[in-house]
């Protein structure tokens, strides 16, 4: 059973259209990240939360905004989706665990595709 | 320079081989390290955490080496379903906290009846 939710698993959608990706979790991870994933290519930070009000953009720059207004939801939206915006997105969420090391937890991630 | 290098294989072994992986890593002040494991168009999932002294679960075996910032994953007796793409991971000291992680590229394996 996941702990960490994406919506929608597939979407495809129109030059222009404003999307919004969701993410929830139910862990009460404070620290929350979207990733952007080309097939059989690496991940790509594009946006990560440390907590509620605390967003920061990531190592690849995306024409995506992300918000944090509460702990379980870090939504990522894009204003005006073009054709480059098609790819894989994940988001995940991670701990510090009591034996020193801490993991992420991704959710199934969005694949969208913009036609 | 990647921060975190793999060699990306693929990797074709037959059922019940031992592969082993590696991997280096940049930045001396990397102090977690992971292995995670991603299954076509499937999300990572962790697979280990790297300890200093190495440590083992099961048939896979994960060390580090500080000194040559080398990190390695032995597998044996391979599986069918062990047939995936082997993530090599270490925090960003840069981002403070281990709040950040460096991910490879990965290294694909295939395992071969």
């Known amino acids: 059973e996941a702990d960490i939710y994406q919506t929608p698993r597939y979407l495809v959608i129109g030059t222009g259209k404003k999307i919004t990706l969701e993410c929830s979790q139910t862990m009460g991870h404070d620290k929350m990240y979207w990733y952007q994933q080309d097939p059989g290519m690496e991940l790509h930070l594009i946006h990560y939360?440390?907590?509620?009000?605390?967003?920061e953009k990531g190592d690849l720059s995306s024409e995506s905004t992300v918000s944090r207004i509460r702990t379980e939801h870090f939504p990522l939206t894009l204003e005006s989706a073009r054709p480059s915006h098609t790819s894989q997105y994940l988001c995940?969420?991670?701990?510090?665990?009591?034996?020193?090391?801490?993991?992420?937890?991704f959710g199934s991630g969005t694949r969208l595709t913009v036609v | 320079r990647k921060e975190v290098e793999q060699d990306p294989g693929p990797f074709n072994v037959p059922e019940g081989a031992t592969v082993a992986f590696n991997c280096t890593y940049s930045n001396s002040a990397s102090q977690s390290f992971f292995w995670y494991r991603q299954d076509c168009r499937k999300e990572p999932k962790l697979l280990m955490s790297?300890?200093?002294?190495?440590n083992e679960d099961g048939r896979f075996t994960a060390q580090l080496n500080r000194a040559s910032q080398y990190i390695s994953l032995l597998i044996r007796d391979s599986k069918l379903s062990d047939s995936a793409t082997y993530l090599c991971v270490v925090n960003d000291p840069e981002a403070g906290n281990n709040r950040k992680l460096i991910w490879g590229l990965g290294t694909s394996l295939a395992v071969n009846p």
């Open positions: 939360s440390y907590g509620v009000n605390s967003t």
């Open positions: 790297v300890y200093s002294s190495g």
């Open positions: 995940a969420s991670s701990e510090w665990r009591s034996e020193g090391s801490y993991g992420y937890t």
